[in-house]
């Protein structure tokens, strides 16, 4: 027991974790073990120290007895084929030798149990089957025996004990050996069905074992989580139809069982889902047990798979229907440009069939300024460096004419043959594009005439500034403004003004080359844009040209007219470097033609520019005035020479500026008016004669008549009979004793509205006088037209009376006319005895001028007027 108990301590307690450690463990191989195997092959001490002995005798012959080993087992070619070559013969020779010597060698610890358990394990693994394992024993004993009974045949008793103790030491390794290589295997056999129970429980597919009946054997996770079964539900191995109730499933099972044939594509339907029909796909397998033949049924859940074909099939029949019903052109591009697929909408936006266009380059189709920034983008769209674009651009249809077009254009590589194509979504943009253009040119064109308006102007001019800068050359600027044109719309009627507008703008047109821009400014002004002029001369050629194609003969409304326009011309660069400042001179130099009585041209000058200046400045002047009550009124007397007596008083607007000068009117009131500035300025002149001549009442002096001046433009901008009107309530002056006095220019210019005022006043008692009568251009069918009271004989005759006979025949005529229609007449400007003995010759009485007073504040007039009374009344 010497050697069970080295054995014991030799061998660890805890088993090393190699394979061969591991094996020990797993067949219960500790030192009970071993010991309770010696001990059952009665293998004790006595045996160990016979094998000691024969251990020392074998020495000489191990090798030799290694060498008849193999040389017997090379002779069957199952166990030659396990050995590579001759060098691996030796190094088994050698090992099998140091092996041999191991049994005899009396030392049974736990390393040699650990080697033994080694050795059986090498076996499997090379795969040397136990049979052939087992006969090695016997050939390792029958060489024993022989050596044996050539030592020891003289003593068999002896022979006996010590193959009887080589016997139990074979029988203890070979049993040793045999359990390691059965173990090992086991656990092989164990590993691979871990190994296979892992590939099936991992497979993404399903799987499911059934036998010849239909009985559920096996079924991985994952074909039950595909099902929605629990693991307790096949524990009593149920019916598959249970699970999967499909005629399909079962007769392609009952094929596969039958003929052996494998069963692909087997697709089944499961209704009763949560989330409706569910699809599986089996592929189906037959294989053998021992207990009879059984069927693999490997699935899988093709329900996303075949909604996403369906989907997908949707999708494409979807593009389809869009495709071709599109309310825009779409196209498939190869790279190069050619069409490869077009819609019906595209072929209608150009024209061209579907197979002519499937025979033709986009190239082919874009207009031809367009062709080299689209070649650009697409380039850039193939090359990567854009991943789409969009632009507006021009394509040419079958039959010649341009579309314009919105192409919004991207890239794609098609996923069976990766071929780049381009994909181009085209919109017929023709009819925003014409009306884009139609708003385009109401912007920038009159909607009248069809000229260029102010925008369009300033840009012309623009243009041709910077072209005449670049080439050294002049360009000329013409302010035009047509000549009483207002007397047109007033007389004959709006209708009549644009009809005259109309053809003064067809005119100038006509007058002027294809590269001149003739614009409206507005109302009744033109101006006119001349480029790349040598020399101003040519300019006031052409304004010579346009002032006789003007006064030609027009008939409005059935009236024949012979329009005219003042012209003002200035001249780049020497009158301005930009369009203001241009249009500015122009303007100036017009207003120059206009105050000489218009139908002529002036060129601008400086002089103009600074005349403009005090205009503006005598402007604001004006406006201040207004504020600051600068504006006085003087009165001058009206004497009756018949009576001796004042009889009347003409109220006469004078500036007093700061410093106490006094400005007449004929210094600024033709400023006002051009401004405006006459309406609040009238106002006020209105309302103090109309005061003064009720505090002249109230003072208890003689009667007196108050005339003043009213302008057109009073007529024009507000309601004057209601102004007057709510004057005399204000001040409580008599209407009967106030006069207004008017212009010829009215009568000509706004007879309709001049002729409702006239008649409101004159019911109110107010009487109307013309002023200047004679310097203008009414007819006499006027003084019986409208309510007119009296005549003002303009100063102008009565200077020259005395000496002039022309002017004395005017001034007899004006008497007669006003005592034949029984109007009062006024001679102004009367400063002689001369003037005053023809007028009372003549038949007229009433005058005013120096002879009689100046015009002097309301202090000064009032001192006259009482001392006339007292006068009289002595």
């Known amino acids: 027991m010497v050697q069970h108990a080295q054995f014991v301590t030799a061998m660890p307690t805890n088993a090393l974790e190699d394979p061969v450690d591991t094996i020990g463990r797993e067949i219960g191989l500790d030192q009970e073990e071993v010991a309770a195997r010696m001990a059952f092959l009665d293998l004790d001490d006595a045996d160990i120290a016979l094998l000691r002995e024969l251990h020392d005798l074998l020495m000489e012959d191990t090798h030799t007895f290694s060498d008849d080993f193999y040389e017997h087992i090379l002779r069957f070619p199952a166990l030659r084929a396990l050995v590579k070559d001759d060098n691996t013969v030796e190094r088994l020779k050698h090992s099998q030798a140091t092996y041999f010597r191991s049994l005899t060698a009396g030392n049974y610890d736990g390393d040699y149990i650990r080697d033994r358990l080694r050795v059986g394990l090498v076996h499997q693994r090379i795969g040397l089957e136990p049979k052939w394992y087992i006969g090695a024993y016997r050939k390792y004993l029958a060489g024993m025996f022989d050596l044996l009974w050539k030592h020891f045949h003289a003593e068999p008793r002896r022979m006996s004990a010590m193959f009887n103790s080589i016997l139990k030491v074979v029988c203890l390794d070979m049993g040793l050996a045999l359990d390691t290589y059965a173990h090992a295997d086991q656990r092989s056999v164990v590993q691979h069905q871990n190994y296979l129970t892992q590939i099936i429980g991992g ?32 524990e009593a191995h149920p019916l598959l139809a249970s699970f999967l109730p499909s005629s399909e499933l079962a007769e392609r099972m009952a094929t596969a069982l039958a003929s052996g044939v494998p069963q692909d594509g087997v697709v089944i339907t499961i209704d009763g889902h949560a989330d409706g029909a569910r699809y599986f796909e089996f592929n189906i397998r037959r294989t053998r047990q021992a207990e009879g033949p059984i069927l693999l049924l490997i699935g899988r859940d093709i329900t996303f798979k075949r909604q996403a074909r369906l989907r997908l099939q949707e999708s494409e029949e979807f593009f389809r229907l869009t495709f ?46 367009d062709l080299l920034e689209d070649r650009v983008l697409i380039r850039q769209l193939i090359d990567g460096e854009i991943r789409d674009f969009q632009r507006e651009t021009r394509y040419v249809s079958k039959r010649g004419n341009t579309i314009w077009v919105t192409v919004s254009a991207s890239a794609m590589r098609e996923a069976v043959s990766g071929q780049l194509r381009l994909i181009i979504a085209v919109e017929d943009i023709s009819r925003r594009k014409q009306a884009e253009e139609a708003l385009l040119r109401m912007a920038n064109h009159d909607t009248l005439t069809g000229l260029p308006n102010r925008a369009l102007l300033q840009d012309r001019l623009s ?28 007389s004959l009627g709006h209708d009549a003004g644009d009809q005259m507008i109309i053809e003064i703008a067809r005119r100038l047109g006509r007058s002027l080359r294809e590269s001149d821009t003739v614009a409206r400014q507005g109302g009744d002004e033109f101006v ?66 206009k105050a000489n009585g218009g139908n ?26 207004l504020q600051r009550d600068e504006f006085r009124l003087h009165y001058q007397p009206q004497f009756d020479s018949a009576s001796g007596r004042i009889v009347g008083l003409e109220a006469l607007l004078r500036w ?36 003064q001549l009720a505090a002249f009442t109230r003072m208890g002096l003689a009667p007196l008549r108050m005339s003043v001046n009213v302008s057109t433009r009073q007529f024009h901008q507000q309601d004057i009979a209601a102004q007057v009107e ?98 009062d007449v006024v001679a102004v400007g009367v400063e002689t005895a001369a003037q005053q003995d023809f007028l009372e010759a003549h038949g007229c009485h009433r005058m005013q001028g120096y002879r009689f007073g100046k015009p002097v504040p309301s202090a000064e007039i009032e001192r006259l007027l009482r001392r006339h009374d007292v006068d009289a009344a002595a």
């Open 203 to 234: 497979m993404p597919a399903g799987l499911i074992v059934t036998d010849a009946a239909g009985r559920v054997r096996s079924m991985n996770l994952t074909m039950q989580d595909m099902l929605g079964i629990p693991e307790d539900a096949l």
């Open 324 to 369: 071709s019903q599109a309310a825009v052109g779409i196209a498939l591009l190869s790279r190069e440009g050619r069409f490869v697929r077009v819609n019906r909408k595209l072929t209608q936006i150009v024209g061209y069939t579907e197979i002519e266009l499937l025979q033709r380059f986009v190239h082919q189709i874009t207009y031809q300024s």
């Open 463 to 490: 243009h041709a500034i910077a072209q005449a800068q670049r080439n050294g050359r002049m360009v000329a600027v013409m302010f035009i403004d047509l000549d009483r044109f207002k007397h047109v719309n007033d």
């Open 528 to 593: 006119v844009v001349l480029p790349d002029l040598v020399a101003p001369d040519d300019a006031g050629l052409v304004a010579r040209k346009v002032l006789a194609d003007l006064f030609q003969p027009l008939t409005l409304s059935g009236n024949e007219l012979f329009p005219t326009g003042s012209i003002g011309i200035a001249i780049y660069p020497r009158d301005g470097r930009d369009p203001t400042a241009l249009l500015k001179a122009a303007d100036t130099a017009m207003y120059r033609s």
């Open 600 to 625: 002529h041209f002036h060129f601008y000058t400086e002089d103009m520019g600074v005349r403009a200046e005090e205009h503006l400045h005598i402007e604001a002047r004006l406006q201040r005035a």
């Open 656 to 691: 007093e500026v700061d410093g106490g000068e006094i400005l007449p009117a004929a210094d600024f009131i033709p400023l006002a008016e051009e401004t405006g500035l006459i309406v609040p300025i009238g106002e006020w002149v209105l309302a103090t004669a109309m005061s």
């Open 726 to 823: 709510r004057l005399l309530e204000r001040t409580g002056c008599d209407p009967r004793a106030l006069t207004l006095e008017i212009t010829e220019t009215l009568l000509m210019e706004s007879p309709g509205t001049a002729a409702d005022a006239m008649a409101r006043l004159s019911q109110m008692g107010v009487q109307l006088a013309i002023d200047d009568f004679c310097t203008g251009y009414s007819s006499l069918a006027n003084l019986k037209r409208f309510p007119i009271h009296g005549l003002k004989v303009d100063r102008s005759f009565i200077a020259d009376i005395a000496a002039d006979d022309d002017a004395a025949a005017i001034v007899h005529a004006v008497i007669a006319l006003a005592a034949s229609l029984k109007l």
